[in-house]
C-alpha cells in the first residue's frame, strides 16, 4: 500500500537547536538562582517531550492531490527541563512550570495523512525517528549569548493517545482481550483482580512477542499463539523513546466519560443491577444530556471532551446529582466521586508529592475504595476500561518511579492541535502550496519564548 501524505517539517536538531537559544536568557537566571557558573559550557542535559496526534477531518486545499485525505498529523515537542552535573550528581536547573501550556508545545511537523495508516504514518515520523536517535548518541554545542554551551538530549514519547501508543507498541487495537499498554492483564483479570499487576511490557518484551508471532518456532495454534503473544500483532518502533507511562489527560476524559458519567445515567434511570445494552442506555443518556444542559448550562455536543468530563466532577453538578437520585445510594455515590476526586487531583498534578503529600500517601487505600464501591453498589460498571485500570493499578507504580504522572500528560500537544486548527484557517495562505508552511511558521513563532516576554 502507498502511503497518501504530504507535510512541512522543521529539522530535528535546528529546531532543538533554535528552542534553546530562545530559553538561553531562563537558563542563565536559572543558573544564577542555583548560585552556578552562568557562564558554565556544561555539558547540560535536555529532556525533550515529543508525540504526534491526529487532528481529525480538517479541510485544507487539496490542489491536484485529491487523493491525500482531509486529515491532519501533527507532531511536537516541549522542553521539559535542563539539568547539570554538581559535584557528581545531576541537579535540575531550570524546570519548564507551564508544560502544560501551548505556549511551550513546540511544532515539529504538521502533515495531511491518516494517522491511523501504517504507511503514511511511516512515512511521516521514521526520518523524525532516525534523526532523534542520532541526537541521543551525540552532543550539541550551540552559541549562546553567554558562550557556548554543550547540550546533551533525552527524548520522552509521552504526548501520545492509546491508539498511537498502540501502533507504537505493535499491539493490537482497543478493542483487543488484552486492554493494557503498560500490562498483560486483560479486561476479565483486570476487573476481578485489579491490583495484582505491574508494569511488564517493554520494547524488548514487544520485539521479542512480535517475532515468536512472525515465525512460531513452537507450531502454536492460532488461539494459543494469541495467548503467548499477549495481543502483540507489529512491530515495535525503538527509536520513539516510548515512556511506559500513563496519560493523565486521556484518563481524565476516559474515566470521566465512561465511569462517572455511566454511573450518573444509571442512578437517574435508577438501574441498580443490570447492565443496560447499548441500545437501551441511549434514550437514559439523551434524558440525562437534556436535564444537565437545561439546569447546569452543561452542553454536551459544544463542550471539549477535558472541559466535560470536569464539569462532570465539580461540587454544583455532584450536588445537582444527588438530589435526584434515590436516597439509599447518596451516601455511596458521595463517597466514589469524592474518592475519585482525591485520586484525580494526583495523578492531574505535575508534583504529586509536593503539592498533595497526603492524598498520595492514601492514594491506593483511595483505589482499593473505588474497588470496593463498584462491587458492592456499581456493578455496572464492570468491565474495567482501559484508563480506569491503569488508574486504579499503576499510577502507584508510576508515583514512586518517576515521581509525577501529570508531568507527561499530552494537554499541551491537544491545546496546541486546537491553535494549529486556527492559524490554518485564518493565518495561512489559503493554497495547497503554502497552507502548511505558513501554519508551521506562524505556531512557531506563537510558541517563541522572546516574543511572548516582548509583549
Not at 455511566?262 to 437517574?268: A, D, H, I, K, S
Not at 489559503?430 to 511572548?452: A, G, N, P, V
Request: proline residues 4%; glycine residues 6%; aromatic residues 8%.
Amino acid at each position: 500500500m502507498e502511503p497518501h501524505c504530504r507535510g512541512r517539517r522543521w529539522r530535528l536538531d535546528k529546531a532543538l537547536a533554535c528552542a534553546l537559544q530562545d530559553s538561553e536568557v531562563d537558563l542563565f537566571a536559572a543558573l544564577d538562582m542555583k548560585g552556578l557558573d552562568k557562564t558554565s559550557p556544561g555539558p547540560f542535559m535536555v529532556d525533550i517531550k515529543w508525540g504526534d496526534d491526529g487532528m481529525g477531518d480538517v479541510k485544507l486545499k487539496k490542489g491536484t492531490e485529491a487523493n491525500v485525505p482531509d486529515k491532519v498529523i501533527r507532531c511536537s515537542f516541549v522542553v521539559h527541563a535542563i539539568s547539570a552535573e554538581v559535584e557528581g550528581e545531576d541537579v535540575v536547573v531550570w524546570e519548564d512550570a507551564g508544560s502544560g501550556s501551548s505556549l511551550n508545545c513546540r511544532p515539529l511537523l504538521i502533515a495531511r495523512g491518516d494517522e491511523g495508516s501504517f504507511p503514511s504514518s511511516s512515512t511521516l515520523l521514521q526520518p523524525i525517528l532516525a534523526e532523534m536517535s542520532d541526537i541521543v548518541a551525540s552532543k550539541m554545542t550551540l552559541e549562546t549569548s553567554f558562550g557556548h554551551r554543550i547540550f546533551s538530549f533525552n527524548f520522552t514519547g509521552c504526548m501520545f493517545d492509546e491508539k498511537r501508543v498502540r501502533h507504537i507498541q505493535g499491539l493490537a487495537g482497543s478493542g483487543s482481550r488484552f486492554l493494557c499498554t503498560l500490562c498483560d492483564a486483560t479486561r476479565d483479570v483486570a476487573t476481578s483482580d485489579p491490583f495484582d499487576e505491574v508494569v511488564t511490557r517493554s520494547y524488548d518484551s514487544h520485539l521479542s512477542r512480535y517475532l515468536k508471532r512472525k515465525t512460531n518456532p513452537d507450531n502454536l495454534s492460532t488461539k494459543d499463539l494469541g495467548e503467548v503473544v499477549k495481543g502483540q500483532c507489529g512491530k515495535p518502533y525503538d527509536e520513539a523513546h516510548l515512556s511506559p507511562t500513563m496519560d493523565a489527560l486521556h484518563c481524565l476524559i476516559n474515566v470521566g466519560s465512561r465511569v462517572i458519567k455511566t454511573l450518573y445515567v444509571y442512578e437517574f434511570a435508577r438501574v441498580f443491577t443490570t447492565k443496560l445494552s447499548a441500545k437501551l442506555m441511549k434514550p437514559h443518556k439523551t434524558n440525562f444530556d437534556s436535564v444537565i444542559r437545561e439546569n447546569l448550562q452543561i452542553f454536551t455536543p459544544l463542550m471539549p471532551n477535558g472541559n466535560y468530563v470536569r464539569r462532570l466532577t465539580e461540587q454544583k453538578t455532584v450536588d445537582f446529582i444527588l438530589g435526584r437520585v434515590d436516597n439509599s445510594r447518596l451516601e455511596s455515590i458521595r463517597t466514589f466521586i469524592s474518592t475519585y476526586n482525591e485520586m484525580k487531583a494526583v495523578y492531574c498534578s505535575n508534583q504529586p508529592l509536593a503539592t498533595c503529600p497526603e492524598l498520595c500517601a492514601r492514594y491506593s487505600q483511595n483505589a482499593q475504595v473505588l474497588t470496593a464501591l463498584i462491587d458492592t453498589h456499581f456493578t455496572y460498571l464492570k468491565p474495567f476500561s482501559n484508563y480506569f485500570h491503569k488508574m486504579i493499578a499503576h499510577v502507584p507504580e508510576l508515583l514512586d518511579r518517576d515521581k509525577s504522572v501529570g508531568k507527561f500528560s499530552s494537554s499541551s500537544n491537544e491545546r496546541a492541535n486546537k491553535d494549529s486548527r486556527q492559524f490554518t484557517l485564518r493565518n495561512s495562505r489559503q493554497t495547497s502550496q503554502f497552507e502548511m508552511q505558513d501554519t508551521l511558521r506562524i505556531h512557531w513563532l506563537y510558541t517563541s519564548r522572546r516574543l511572548q516576554s516582548a509583549v
